[in-house]
């Protein structure tokens, strides 16, 4: 039986830990051809090496930082020259930090935007021409539950995933023509390294935001990986601007 993303070429940003790295992981196990990118190599020669070994497939380091044009560029370019086509990109790499809406400053803006926002419109600028060249792909944008809802303390993260949904929808039907489909997982509260640090709860806090999801516990990186392999899979193949809640029906 053939697997789900079976010898397909994917480029998934980010994936130097956390969400990022399981998302890579899973579409691996799915049979794809998987360049996994992020900024610094750290341990990812090394885990991606093991992970080509368990899954019988390729996975590459490929490292760039998404907001400098010309490396990603660059970086698409071998991945192309390399495999020959590019089925898919996971647009997952994104900073977040929190802070209180009088607290906010137009360098942390800029910083944030640039990253989750200009990296990811240069990304499906640049990916669509050479998808386009093979007839078609897939691409899936990792928005939030912020962008949709909101989040006090949160306005500048969730201004950015709010900017993602909506390109998600307008790239969506944009490129429907060159049989590019777009979309987004939107997760809610994914228990990742960063989960304490960010939202800055332990014990009865903990609890309390628990006692807001509908399904009664903290996500994982895997409900995302798994929302993700779905998207960029043709059991897809007649899904196309859509935002897929991975959330727990939660209301933060």
């Not at 799915?30 to 090496?49: R, T």
């Not at 900073?95 to 990296?119: C, D, H």
């Not at 499906?124 to 944008?141: A, F, H, K, P």
């Amino acid at each position: 039986m053939n697997k789900l993303l079976e010898n397909k070429v994917v480029i998934v940003t980010g994936a130097g830990r956390g969400i990022g790295r399981v998302i890579a992981e899973q579409l691996a196990q799915d049979g794809a051809i998987v360049y996994a990118n992020d900024l610094q190599m750290g341990d990812m020669e090394e885990w991606a090496k093991d992970s080509a070994e368990q899954n019988n497939t390729k996975v590459i380091p490929i490292c760039f930082d998404v907001t400098d044009t010309a490396a990603l560029k660059a970086g698409l370019m071998s991945v192309y020259k390399s495999e020959g086509c590019i089925d898919c990109v996971v647009n997952n790499a994104a900073i977040i930090q929190n802070q209180k809406l009088g607290m906010v400053t137009k360098p942390l803006l800029e910083k944030m935007y640039a990253v989750n926002v200009f990296a990811v419109i240069d990304m499906i600028q640049l990916v669509s021409r050479l998808m386009g060249r093979n007839g078609g792909g897939s691409i899936v944008n990792i928005a939030s539950i912020t962008g949709v809802v909101g989040s006090p303390g949160q306005v500048a993260y969730s201004s950015t995933k709010g900017a993602v949904i909506a390109l998600t929808k307008s790239a969506a039907k944009e490129l429907s023509s060159m049989r590019i489909r777009v979309n987004a997982v939107a997760p809610g509260i994914i228990k990742t390294e960063r989960f304490e640090e960010l939202y800055e709860v332990s014990g009865d806090k903990i609890d309390q935001r628990i006692g807001r999801i509908a399904l009664g516990r903290l996500g994982a990186p895997q409900d995302v990986a798994n929302a993700v392999a779905f998207l960029a899979s043709d059991r897809a193949s007649y899904i196309s601007g859509q935002i897929l809640g991975v959330d727990g029906c939660a209301s933060i």
